[in-house]
């Protein structure tokens, strides 16, 4: 390589964080050298026409999302995007398959086991109170038993790269994680834009995605000897995530429904056509457990459809996933998962949990208190990223609110040591160079009956601001590509 | 063996008409070891038949789903006949209350009866909310502690029809001193569960032994009792469960017993009447004729 581009020249190397694409020395890892070099050769100019250009992709494509604030009330924008693709070389991928699937069998057993039997309850693995106080504990689900055993069949969990290089898990997400049509438009926007790049690395394949998504949804139908009929319920055009659901619904080629677009008729569920009822069997639903029936849950909701628990508890729906899964993405009892992985598994993790303290033991809230400044501070029961306090970066009077809000309920917060989420080379507009910038990785699992599929990469999150480590699009983060070689 | 010819008769008006509706019954009485539903017969303002679903506990519902006709008013009477033999009144162990104790401590027993331990925001409690001497004490059966504390809640409110609605907490309900039988049944409930003795709320029919018809239903308490069972506890009227309850279904709380919940599409007000009957059926052989000439058709 003879010429050298201003697009790294400042390139800072750093000490603390693991650099997912130079070594501490500037070397680049090998898995990196091809991309390296394809962005070495371009100038300034030539990469922010290339920037622009995948912009220009994702706003034509309509895709875009909504965030809620105090003062915008859900303003579309286009998630950000960096060209930069994050690697993952074949055979870490491997591993991590492996553990994801692991961790996703572990929960659906969990899940069964609190609304069934109660064994690890019992055996005192997992502190009753934890499940019982859980706002996503649902009585409704003692008595019914979904279609294969399976209540977890779509599973978002967040893995970091820590400052020894290997992998951690952060949180699992059990009720409607998105993110997943990002992942699908990131690789489409990649492929037009960098064409020569991508064609000669040999990078897996992520458009099987939907066809493997409706296979999942068609495998736990009410009736196993029938196709079954498949709906995607949304909560409408104002939900953040209303493109991924429409997105979702037209790539399997299924109905997008909202809940007034539903009824139960003698505990069947069906869509309102203008050829008349349509019989739904399945449905993937993007609203809470708690607008899902306002016969059984919230009166108030306009968004579910009444009488759908009495359907489900008959056995002629399956919802997805099933309501109540919220209880183990708690990110308290998340930090049971590993004991799960043994007790009902009898295998040890393959990808440990980032070690997490629970406010309401003792000696965890001793020592939260205790170890503030290096702590990250969240409530059990929020997604998004929503709530989260990074400890250090208070002053004084903030931490002594944040240890009275701590101590006010205890139950309702956990903290993490601040880990060293690892840093990606990603493009700063408006410095013209790349400069390194935390990452995260949003995997999706799928379960359906005898068919476990994990969506190879997945969705690398980065932290624009500098030193950020909130990565959630929601609090201004953006995405890369994720690659895993072949 | 005793029949009954229970009614249950609702009316609601709407201002404006209802364009579509969705509601679920919960009034047919259940069947158990002391009761059996003979006849029944549904009669209803609505085009179509309800169909029936089965609520958390297993416990029969009604649903009439309307999403074509508009209705301006909401009419249904359920006539059922049941037979009812008298239910166990025993209360009393042969265990030690140390022996009780342990089969209340057990963990797989809590368990397995955690939906009736748990306390919900309608039987919350605090330990200064009610008389002290209302606790169980050191050494004393459950069986007759049970007994004590029906006694002693029936005398700590006094009854006064209206003065509570469906929301009424146990806390205010004992702050007022004044309630109906849901606000006992609940103080009960918030007394026994924190203690480790599992409490259900229970919903259901009670024979007055008159000719005076009730606005309500009735409710009572259904305590488990280690080796001996669920025994009902009717604290408004210091009375155990006997062959004068009908039960419809038991529950957490008041919440999981609603006899009736709606969700309508309408704007406007609504205003609903009820009306419940409990006969000994002698009195309705005109119903119990006709039944049998509909079974012999």
């Given amino acids: 390589m003879t010429q050298t581009s201003t697009l790294f020249q400042n390139y800072p190397t750093n000490a603390t964080f693991f650099d997912e694409v130079f070594r501490h020395d500037g070397a680049v890892y090998p898995h990196y050298e091809d991309i390296h070099r394809q962005f ?31 003062g915008h009330k859900g303003a579309e924008q286009i998630f950000p995007f960096d060209l930069f693709p994050r690697i993952i070389p074949a055979p870490d991928w491997e591993k991590l398959e492996k553990g994801l699937i692991q961790r996703n069998l572990a929960l659906n057993l969990f899940i069964k086991d609190v609304y069934s039997e ?43 790269r820590h400052s020894d290089g290997n992998y951690y898990v952060l949180e699992d997400n059990l009720r409607s994680p998105s993110g997943v049509s990002y992942v699908l438009s990131n690789r489409d926007a990649i492929k037009r834009t960098l064409s020569n790049a991508f064609r000669w690395s040999s990078v897996r394949s992520v458009s099987e995605y939907p066809a493997e998504l409706l296979a999942t949804l068609q495998s736990v139908g009410p009736k196993s000897e ?63 457990d708690a607008f899902l029936d306002p016969l059984v849950f919230r009166p108030d909701s306009m968004l579910g459809v009444a009488g759908i628990m009495g359907a489900y508890r008959a056995g002629n729906i399956t919802i997805v996933n099933a309501p109540g899964t919220g209880v183990a993405d708690d990110k308290a009892v998340c930090s049971y998962v590993p004991a799960m992985i043994r007790y009902y598994l009898g295998e040890e993790p393959i990808i440990p949990n980032v070690p997490t303290y629970l406010c309401e033991r003792e000696e965890d809230l001793k020592y939260v208190l205790e170890h503030m400044q290096d702590l990250v501070v969240k409530p ?27 101590l006010h309920d205890p139950r309702n917060y956990i903290a993490q040591p601040r880990m060293a989420l690892s840093v990606h080379s990603t493009y700063i507009e408006n410095k013209g160079a790349f400069e390194p910038r935390h990452i995260d990785l949003r995997t999706f699992t799928l379960m359906g009956k005898d068919r476990p599929y994990v969506l190879p990469g997945g969705l690398s999150r980065v932290a624009l601001k500098e030193g950020s480590l909130i990565v959630n699009s929601s609090q201004g983060g953006g995405s890369k590509d994720t690659w895993v070689t072949v | 063996m005793t029949d009954y010819v229970i009614e249950y008769r609702t009316l609601t008006e709407y ?30 303002s609505m085009r179509g038949e309800p169909f029936t679903a089965r609520n ?89 502690y049970l007994l004590r504390l029906n006694a002693g809640i029936h005398r700590l409110l006094q009854y006064v029809p209206g003065i509570t609605d469906a929301g009424t907490q146990a806390k205010t309900a004992l702050e007022m001193g004044k309630g109906v039988c849901q606000d006992y049944a ?3 409930i918030g007394i026994l569960r924190p203690q480790g003795i599992p409490a259900r709320y229970v919903s259901g029919y009670l024979n007055l032994s008159d000719d005076r018809s009730d606005s309500q239903l009735h ?68 119903f119990l004729q006709e039944q049998q000439q509909q079974q012999q058709q």
């Fill in chain 1, 40 to 70: 070495s050769r371009l100038t300034l100019a030539d990469f922010e026409r290339l920037n622009e250009y995948a912009k220009l992709s994702f706003l034509n494509q309509g895709i875009t999302y909504a965030v809620y604030s105090d």
């Fill in chain 2, 219 to 286: 409710a009572w308490v259904e305590a488990l009792i280690p080796q001996v069972g669920w025994r009902g506890f009717d604290p408004a009227n210091h009375l155990q469960e006997n062959d004068h309850f009908i039960k419809i279904a038991h529950g957490r709380d008041y919440l999981d017993c609603q006899p009736i919940k709606g969700v309508l599409t309408t704007e406007g007000a609504h205003k609903t009447s009820y009306e419940v009957l409990v006969r000994n059926s002698m009195d309705y052989n005109w």
């Fill in chain 2, 56 to 144: 958390k506990y297993g416990f029969l519902t009604h649903h009439f789903h309307i999403y074509t006709d508009s209705f301006e008013y909401f009419s249904l009477n359920l006539l059922a006949q049941v037979a009812k033999n008298p239910p166990p009144l025993n209360v009393f162990s042969n265990l030690s209350a140390a022996e009780e104790n342990a089969v209340l401590e057990d963990m797989e027993f809590q368990m397995d009866q955690q939906s009736f331990l748990q306390v919900t925001p309608l039987c919350l409690l605090g330990p200064g909310d009610f008389p002290a001497e209302l606790l169980r004490l050191d050494g004393e059966n459950v069986g007759s």
């Fill in chain 1, 380 to 406: 059990v029961d929020m997604s998004g990223g929503y709530g989260v306090v990074i400890c250090d970066r208070l002053s004084k009077a903030e931490l002594e609110e944040v240890k009275q809000t701590i």
């Fill in chain 2, 186 to 188: 609940h103080v009960m």
């Fill in chain 2, 15 to 44: 201002e404006k008409p209802v364009k579509q509706g969705a509601y679920e019954f919960l009034i047919m009485p259940c069947e158990n070891e002391t009761q059996k539903v003979k006849h029944f017969r549904l009669l209803h």
């Fill in chain 1, 118 to 160: 109660r064994k690890i309850l019992k055996d005192k693995i997992v502190p009753a109170a934890l499940i019982f106080s859980s706002h996503h504990y649902s009585e409704e689900m003692k008595s019914i038993r979904p279609k294969h055993d399976i209540y977890c069949h779509i599973c978002g969990t967040d893995l970091i």
């Fill in chain 1, 226 to 288: 029938e196709r079954p009929s498949v709906a995607v319920l949304t909560p409408g055009p104002y939900n953040s995530a209303y493109y991924e659901h429409s997105f979702l619904a037209h790539r399997m080629g299924v109905e997008l429904v909202e809940g007034r677009d539903l009824f139960v008729e003698n505990n069947f569920v069906y869509m309102r056509t203008i050829h008349g009822p349509k019989r739904i069997d399945v449905i993937y639903r993007r609203i809470d």
